[in-house]
């Protein structure tokens, strides 16, 4: 439902009189309300040139039954808009409910999430007094397409999945991000020497891509390594681009490391629409009691007016927000009485913030906004379909007998002229032929068939063997066509193969 904002904020101050640009708020739940307020306080009293258009989402809409959390008029109220300030929500525990926060970057196609962390040492307390870190995690695929199958009794599986397309732009992003803002460094983590096809993909387009940014000094990292030099050593990095999944760890650990993850915002960017939020959760364990740290989702606020061209309102209260932290005025998750001089609830932060607007940081540097805000395009190379020989299939079965050699021999007798058995494999280990007796095996194999035509195989001859699986009784789960793309193998080989 939308509702007007002003019943649930101190009033407003901006001029009737000048340009007001309608965005959406949602106030979420847990600690949201109340950071929530305390960031709508800044911003009118700043002076922001925003008009609100409230909106419900979150734990009540999930439990009034709708399974994602956000209603139509929520998504009526973003296609307007167009821009969406966002307090954290709570997902309920159970019941099939999906991400609300993964379904609206899905949805809206906000494919670029950024994620400032910055240490604001000595005033807030932390390892790492040299940190200025951006993170930019790709924000609508990989694991995140949450595509999930109970296969067997013993094996659940969820697909990985990343495009050439979704991966240029977040690249893209990147780089432009890095030129616009002016950082020196991009870096890439990837895990491809495991992944070799999907990271791999990431990987060769992060190196094709950069050939157009040769001014900025680019490096890949494997994430496992890269995570613990960041955790280390994050002075070394500057703008790190990630797929999804590893995007989202790294950056609540970059957002901790620099004294709390109640200090960084975010930004989720698509080409029409963006959101905003901090980068973590409700915090249920604060919530109703005037303690949790509204920092990120004021600087999320910041990021916003940035990318709304209000420059002047953003610098405004990202320098007094500054000079707050350098007063040693913070909350009680940033608070260390050697270097806080008051610690201070949720409104009262807020309060000290407003009493700053116009004032500069005396340590720090003053924070200074272009007036327009850099538009970064993104363009993707159209793609070329490739030349596909179908070459064979790998048929998933659910089989209880753990002996390969058993279930070797019966797949031998379903061979037909064309296509042959040529491995078993156990949880991507090979099994048959020649197999190792310690390996552990569950009840679910994969089994790959393989042309010995140099010209591939017909779909019919899949169907004939799939039909001769049936007749066997065999439990297939899922089958996978392998193909050659422009003459080259397209799939995996099996883990000892
Ligand atoms: P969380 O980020 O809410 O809390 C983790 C820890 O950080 C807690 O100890 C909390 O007290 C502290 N913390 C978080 N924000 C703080 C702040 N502003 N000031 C001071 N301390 C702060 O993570 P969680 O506990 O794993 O998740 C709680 C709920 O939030 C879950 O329902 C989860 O689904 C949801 N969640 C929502 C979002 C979002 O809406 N963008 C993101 C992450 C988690």
């Known amino acids: 439902m939308i509702t007007q904002i002003e019943s649930r904020t101190t009033e407003r101050k901006v001029k009737t009189t000048e340009q007001l640009t309608p965005i959406t708020v949602a106030y979420g739940d847990g600690i ?50 167009k821009v969406f300030l966002k307090a954290p929500i709570t997902t309920p525990q159970g019941g099939g409910y999906k991400s609300l926060n993964v379904t609206t970057r899905k949805v809206l196609g906000l494919y670029a999430n950024v994620r400032p962390c910055v240490s604001y040492h000595p005033f807030v307390s932390t390892k790492h007094p040299v940190m200025n870190v951006v993170i930019v995690r790709e924000n609508e695929e990989d694991l995140y397409g949450g595509i999930e199958h109970q296969q067997t009794d013993e094996v659940v599986q969820c697909l990985k999945l990343i495009s050439r397309p979704g991966t240029e732009k977040i690249i893209r992003y990147a780089f432009e991000y890095a030129r616009a803002y002016g950082r ?15 990271d791999g993909l990431f990987h060769e387009v992060f190196n094709i891509v950069g050939k157009e940014y040769p001014e900025i000094e680019q490096e890949h990292r494997i994430i496992d390594i890269g995570a613990a030099m960041l955790a280390e050593s994050p002075e070394k990095f500057d703008v790190i681009v990630l797929p999804n999944l590893y995007g989202d760890i790294l950056s609540d650990i970059a957002a901790q490391i620099t004294g709390s993850v109640g200090l960084a915002g975010s930004a989720n960017i698509g080409d029409g629409i963006a959101m905003f939020e901090a980068i973590h959760g409700s915090a249920p364990d604060l919530a109703g ?38 007063d040693g005025v913070h909350t009680g998750d940033i608070y260390d009485s050697n270097v806080s001089s008051e610690c201070v609830g949720t409104d009262s932060f807020a309060d000290a913030v407003i009493a700053r607007l116009g004032l500069a940081p005396d340590k720090f540097p003053v924070v200074k906004y272009a007036k327009d805000a850099p538009t ?70 994969r089994c790959r068939f393989i042309s010995d035509e140099p010209q591939g195989v017909s779909y019919q001859v899949i169907i004939d063997i799939l039909q001769r699986l049936h007749n066997k009784r065999l439990n297939v789960i899922k089958t996978e066509n392998l193909y050659t793309m422009n003459g080259k193998k397209m799939f995996s080989a099996g883990q000892g193969q």
């Not at 990837?190 to 096809?197: L, R, S």
């Not at 509204?294 to 600087?299: A, I």
């Not at 910041?302 to 405004?316: I, N, P, R, S, Y």
């Not at 079965?397 to 494999?425: C, F, V, W």
């Open 376 to 445: 970064i395009t993104i363009k993707t190379t159209p793609t070329v379909p490739a030349v596909k020989e179908l070459v064979g299939i790998d048929i998933f079965l659910y089989h209880s007998d753990r002996n390969p050699e058993n279930l070797a021999s019966l797949l031998k007798d379903i061979e037909s002229a064309g296509i042959k058995l040529q491995m078993i494999t156990n949880r991507g280990t090979k099994v048959w032929p020649n197999g190792f007796a310690e390996t552990f095996c569950t009840d679910h194999w």
């Open 289 to 326: 009691q005037d303690k949790a740290n509204p920092s990120g989702l004021m600087l999320a606020a910041v990021q916003m007016l940035v990318h709304l061209g209000q420059a002047d309102v953003a610098e405004k209260i990202h320098n007094a927000w500054l000079r707050t932290i350098e």
């Open 32 to 81: 949201g309300p109340e950071i929530m307020n305390a960031t709508m306080k800044v911003l009118n009293a700043a002076g922001a040139r925003l008009e609100y258009e409230t909106v419900d989402i979150g734990e009540q809409v999930y439990l009034s039954g709708n399974t994602s959390g956000i209603g139509e008029e929520t998504w009526t109220s973003l296609r307007k808009t």
């Open 184 to 198: 020196k460094k991009v870096s890439c983590f990837t895990k491809d020497n495991i992944m070799k096809m999907t």
